[in-house]
Each structure stands twice: as structure tokens, then as C-alpha cells.
């Protein structure tokens, strides 16, 4: 089970950090990412981190502004978002990496994660 929290209202220019609290799993085993929906779009790669927290994969549009990164004892992922625009205003899941996750050509794909935890609405304004 995956518990997102963090999101809210926020101006644009300002931060946020969000948090995804797992449990039921050996949380250190799986890969993890991060995506989000805005309304009437298709649900969007944020960032994806691997067993290790060296390793780490973020999308171009938040590239350089968004942080993810894991801590296993507390069995949290988390991403910190910087720089904050109006068109980062969405739905932001975290989910679990499943089988078909691979870093080589489907990491980015919402299909290459097994569970997924219920949102958290980011929202800034202009």
C-alpha cells in the first residue's frame, strides 16, 4: 500500500515536497516513481529512482527543478519540487515498480508499475 501526502496550493516560483510512505512490501527491493495527471491529459513520467538512490531518472520538463529520492529505513519515496510552474499543476501518484519495469526502455511507462498509491493535488497558481 502507497500513502502520497504533501501536495497543496503553492505560487508559482515557490516549493513543495512530497512524501509516499509504502508498506506491505520489502520497500528496498523495488524500483520507484513518480507521475502525474492533470485533468483531461494522460497520466505523465515525473521521475523514476532505482534500488540504490544513485540512480535516478527525471523528465526533461522537470529536469533540473524536481528531486526524487528514496529512504529505505523509512520506507519513503520522496520528490522535492522546485521552481514550481502553473503547468505543474496536477494529480501526482507514486507507484512501484513492477516485471516490466526496465531502465533501458520502459521506465517512463505507467504499464511498467504494479501499485500505485491514491494522489496527491499539487496546484499552482500564477
Known amino acids: 500500500q502507497l500513502q502520497a501526502s504533501g501536495g497543496g496550493l503553492v505560487q508559482a516560483g515557490g516549493s513543495l515536497r512530497l512524501s509516499c510512505a509504502a508498506s506491505?512490501?520489502?520497500?528496498?527491493?523495488?524500483?520507484l516513481g513518480w507521475f502525474r495527471q492533470a485533468p483531461g491529459k494522460e497520466r505523465e513520467f515525473v521521475a523514476a529512482?532505482?534500488?540504490?538512490?544513485?540512480?535516478?531518472s527525471h523528465a526533461d520538463s522537470v529536469k533540473g527543478r524536481f528531486t526524487i529520492s528514496r529512504d529505505n529505513a523509512k520506507n519513503t519515496v520522496y520528490l522535492q519540487m522546485n521552481s514550481l510552474k502553473p503547468e505543474d499543476t496536477a494529480v501526482y501518484y507514486c507507484a512501484v515498480g513492477g516485471s516490466r519495469f526496465h531502465w533501458a526502455n520502459s521506465h517512463m511507462r505507467p504499464d511498467a508499475y504494479d501499485s500505485w498509491g491514491q494522489g496527491t493535488q499539487v496546484t499552482v497558481s500564477s
Open positions: 529512482i532505482g534500488w540504490v538512490e544513485g540512480v535516478t
Open positions: 506491505g512490501l520489502t520497500f528496498s527491493n523495488y524500483p
